[in-house]
């Protein structure tokens, strides 16, 4: 009964076009909620009245769910709790660049596109519903009330570019709903940011961890600095070396999230205090599973199944991503996770999505390389430094004019500073079995 209240209470909120005013009233009314009523069996409750709902939805609208719930002999009745998606086949992304099997409702009738980028061909792209993009602005702008209840001038510094990437448009329509002004300047030359910081005096800032090193160092280098009430980081590896020079310089609080396209961008959070990254158990059920048996386990592959979704929802999706389970001993009653990185060959360094594959494909058409490479990534200070090793007698000219054309924004990350390129070439990698290996040393 009281998870049904809870469940209704926040449905209401979410899908409506509220007043800042009301987003923030609904902060602290959230924050007290965590605080003091949401105990781990009623999020329980809660998540098991979104399962049921999702399920039945799916099975009803959903091309890809209505096959998969036919070839794996699963009704919506037999899923009535976390524990019963076992039942059914997880999802890829592969299947999801069929986004068409996977529509709920009529393109035409969406209000939002995003899409993933750094991956070859098509870019898996994420439909939204109006009342979908009503409830990430709700949600997010009650989430950054939670924490911050005065002035709210906000420096987005997130990759802008040529694309339709979650991060900035969901934080813009965030800070917006919370009451807040965003200044949604993108990251590209630290020296322009630095005078947007001058001209605005914005006392948050919403980056990603290579990009706030890079507008630091430039900061130091002309002698500016300025006291920032919070620093929300998204995006990549955020260490303690990065959390003491923030916290050091512009006297923050550092607040970290990991998220995706796919699940609704940031849908989960670390705050300063935190060991680890809290789930959103409100809009997701999170598994990890041993990424070669697709069983449970303590340490693997993060595995989401999406409880308030409506454009397009996603059952069992296999995020690619490494976590393990972790207790954090703050406030927030969320389960945590541990990140570890990837299962696949991508490798976020420099505030960048780089794809082993999409990096040996471009070197294989290089004169005289064999097409066999080594990539090394290694933490140098606050900043990534990736070498690539090319098997062959390659210049490294060419090579690196390959790698131009593959990702044309590597010229503005190394000019940045956020990640330093060594290129090698090697007459002969040994008894290296594939043509990519990956080494993360960070």
Same mark, same amino acid.
């Given at each position: 009964m009281?998870a +049904?209240?809870?469940?209704?209470?926040?449905r209401?909120? @979410?899908e409506?076009?509220y007043?800042p005013?009301?987003?923030?009233k609904?902060g602290?009314f959230?924050?007290?909620?965590?605080e003091?009523g949401?105990?781990?069996e009623l999020?329980?409750?809660?998540?098991?009245r979104?399962?049921r709902n999702v399920?039945?939805?799916v099975?009803?609208h959903?091309p890809?769910?209505?096959?998969?719930f @036919?070839?794996?002999?699963?009704?919506?009745?037999?899923?009535?709790?976390?524990g019963?998606l076992?039942?059914?086949a997880?999802?890829?992304?592969?299947d999801?660049?069929?986004w068409q099997?996977?529509l709920?409702?009529?393109e +035409?009738?969406? $209000?939002?596109?995003?899409?993933?980028?750094?991956?070859?061909?098509?870019?898996?792209r994420m439909?939204?519903?109006y009342? @979908?993009m009503?409830?990430? $602005?709700?949600?997010?702008?009650?989430a950054i009330?939670?924490?911050h209840?005065?002035?709210?001038v906000?420096l987005v510094?997130?990759?802008?570019?040529?694309?339709?990437?979650i991060?900035?448009?969901s934080v813009q329509?965030?800070?917006e709903r919370a009451?807040?002004?965003?200044l949604n300047?993108?990251?590209?030359?630290?020296?322009e940011?630095?005078k947007?910081?001058?001209?605005?005096?914005?006392?948050?800032?919403?980056?990603s961890? #290579?990009y706030?090193?890079a507008?630091?160092?430039?900061?130091?280098?002309?002698?500016?600095?300025y006291?920032?009430d919070k620093?929300?980081?998204v995006g @990549?590896?955020?260490?303690s070396?990065?959390k003491?020079l923030?916290?050091?310089y512009w006297g923050?609080a550092v607040?970290d999230?990991?998220? $995706?396209?796919e699940?609704g961008s940031?849908?989960?959070?670390a705050?300063?205090?935190? #060991?680890a990254f809290?789930?959103?158990?409100l809009?997701l059920?999170?598994?990890?599973i041993?990424p070669?048996t697709?069983?449970p386990a303590e340490e693997?592959?993060?595995?989401f199944?999406t409880?308030?979704?409506?454009g397009?929802p996603l059952l069992r999706?296999?995020?690619?991503d490494?976590a393990?389970w972790a207790?954090c001993?703050c406030?927030?009653p969320?389960?945590?996770?541990?990140i570890?990185g990837?299962?696949?060959?991508?490798?976020v360094a420099?505030d960048?999505n780089?794809?082993?594959r999409v990096i040996a494909?471009?070197? $294989?058409?290089?004169?005289?390389?064999t097409?066999?490479?080594k990539?090394t990534?290694?933490k140098?200070?606050?900043g990534d430094?990736?070498?690539?090793?090319v098997?062959?007698k390659?210049s490294?000219e060419?090579?690196h004019?390959?790698?131009l054309?593959a990702y044309?924004e590597?010229?503005i990350?190394?000019?940045?500073?956020?990640l330093?390129?060594?290129?090698?070439? #090697?007459?002969d990698?040994g #008894?290296q079995i594939?043509d990519?290996k990956i080494?993360d040393?960070r």
């Amino acid at each position: 009964m009281i998870a +049904e209240v809870i469940d209704k209470t926040l449905r209401r909120f @979410e899908e409506r076009n509220y007043q800042p005013a009301v987003v923030k009233k609904a902060g602290n009314f959230l924050r007290n909620m965590m605080e003091h009523g949401l105990k781990p069996e009623l999020i329980v409750a809660i998540q098991e009245r979104r399962l049921r709902n999702v399920i039945e939805y799916v099975y009803a609208h959903s091309p890809f769910y209505q096959r998969m719930f @036919e070839q794996c002999k699963v009704r919506p009745e037999d899923i009535r709790k976390a524990g019963d998606l076992h039942k059914l086949a997880f999802t890829t992304a592969n299947d999801i660049r069929k986004w068409q099997d996977f529509l709920c409702v009529p393109e +035409e009738k969406m $209000s939002a596109v995003f899409t993933t980028s750094g991956t070859t061909g098509e870019p898996k792209r994420m439909y939204y519903t109006y009342r @979908e993009m009503q409830t990430l $602005s709700n949600l997010y702008g009650a989430a950054i009330r939670v924490v911050h209840t005065g002035r709210l001038v906000a420096l987005v510094a997130l990759p802008i570019g040529h694309g339709l990437w979650i991060g900035g448009a969901s934080v813009q329509r965030a800070v917006e709903r919370a009451g807040g002004l965003p200044l949604n300047v993108g990251a590209d030359n630290p020296k322009e940011t630095i005078k947007w910081m001058q001209r605005f005096s914005p006392n948050f800032i919403f980056s990603s961890p #290579s990009y706030m090193t890079a507008l630091t160092r430039e900061a130091q280098e002309i002698g500016y600095q300025y006291h920032l009430d919070k620093i929300i980081l998204v995006g @990549e590896l955020l260490t303690s070396a990065h959390k003491e020079l923030f916290t050091g310089y512009w006297g923050a609080a550092v607040f970290d999230s990991y998220g $995706s396209t796919e699940i609704g961008s940031a849908q989960t959070i670390a705050l300063p205090e935190c #060991s680890a990254f809290h789930l959103n158990d409100l809009h997701l059920i999170t598994e990890i599973i041993d990424p070669i048996t697709g069983q449970p386990a303590e340490e693997g592959e993060l595995v989401f199944t999406t409880i308030r979704r409506e454009g397009m929802p996603l059952l069992r999706y296999r995020s690619g991503d490494k976590a393990s389970w972790a207790e954090c001993k703050c406030w927030l009653p969320l389960r945590a996770i541990k990140i570890k990185g990837r299962t696949d060959d991508m490798i976020v360094a420099g505030d960048m999505n780089l794809y082993g594959r999409v990096i040996a494909d471009a070197i $294989s058409k290089v004169s005289n390389a064999t097409g066999r490479i080594k990539l090394t990534v290694a933490k140098e200070g606050l900043g990534d430094t990736m070498t690539i090793t090319v098997e062959g007698k390659p210049s490294k000219e060419s090579v690196h004019k390959a790698l131009l054309a593959a990702y044309p924004e590597l010229t503005i990350n190394t000019q940045n500073g956020n990640l330093q390129l060594i290129i090698e070439t #090697s007459l002969d990698l040994g #008894s290296q079995i594939k043509d990519v290996k990956i080494m993360d040393l960070r």
